[in-house]
T-cell receptor, first 110, second 112 residues
Framework: TQLLEQSPQFLSIQEGENLTVYCNSSSVFSSLQWYRQEPGEGPVLLVTVVTGGEVKKLKRLTFQFGDARKDSSLHITAAQPGDTGLYLC??????????FGSGTKLNVKP | KAGVTQTPRYLIKTRGQQVTLSCSPI?????VSWYQQTPGQGLQFLFE???????NKGNFPGRFSGRQFSNSRSEMNVSTLELGDSALYLC???????????FGPGTRLTVT
């Protein structure tokens, strides 16, 4: 069992649609990060959430940290082809080791 | 500031050989972490170095090793390469509380 479970694994949508991806765990975290990775490149940090219930916005992307700090979601409004990529959540746990979820592969079709 | 750089970007090696990958962190970052990314296993943590000391280690065999120099640059070495070591190797540097990591573009290693 993975520490961070992401869903869905794959998402293919049309430009202009909204979507939400999830990152869930049974463990409590002090912080959680979201990254986007494009093929052949390293992940790019999008946001860090630290407070239960926290909501952060980055243009059309809205990130939420669950009240109990066990889960997080990423909502994209009016998706664009440039949003295509692998979305990863990550955290530090177990004596500060780094863990990543398996990711959600998003494809936004024009 | 310049980002994290990794060299080489691509590498082809034969089973049984060894390989050394290099990473230069963002200026001022003292922590460097290494990851292996494969389609089947995703992103897996190899180890973290801070001020020339290994601070944390993932669950990889001893064939995987690393080191960090006084200027924070880091290298990782894989000895006796196996086909399953084919992967994208990513380096990240970071700092702060909460800790935030910034990744390099990776080294694509292919073992034949």
């Amino acid at each position: 069992t993975q520490l961070l479970e992401q869903s869905p694994q794959f998402l293919s949508i049309q430009e202009g649609e909204n979507l939400t991806v999830y990152c869930n765990s049974s463990s409590v975290f002090s912080s959680l990060q979201w990254y986007r990775q494009e093929p052949g490149e390293g992940p790019v940090l999008l946001v860090t959430v630290v407070t239960g219930g926290e909501v952060k916005k980055l243009k059309r992307l809205t990130f939420q940290f669950g009240d109990a700090r066990k889960d997080s979601s990423l909502h994209i409004t009016a998706a664009q082809p440039g949003d295509t990529g692998l979305y990863l959540c990550a955290t530090q746990y177990n004596f500060n080791k780094f863990y990543f979820g398996s990711g959600t592969k998003l494809n936004v079709k024009p | 500031k310049a980002g994290v750089t990794q060299t080489p970007r691509y590498l082809i090696k034969t089973r049984g050989q060894q390989v050394t990958l290099s990473c230069s962190p963002i200026s001022g970052h003292r922590s460097v972490s290494w990851y292996q990314q494969t389609p089947g296993q995703g992103l897996q943590f190899l180890f973290e170095y801070f001020s020339e000391t290994q601070r944390n280690k993932g669950n990889f065999p001893g064939r995987f090793s690393g080191r960090q120099f006084s200027n924070s640059r880091s290298e990782m070495n894989v000895s006796t390469l196996e086909l399953g070591d084919s992967a994208l190797y990513l380096c990240a540097s970071g700092q702060g509380r909460p800790y935030e990591q910034y990744f390099g573009p990776g080294t694509r290693l292919t073992v034949t």
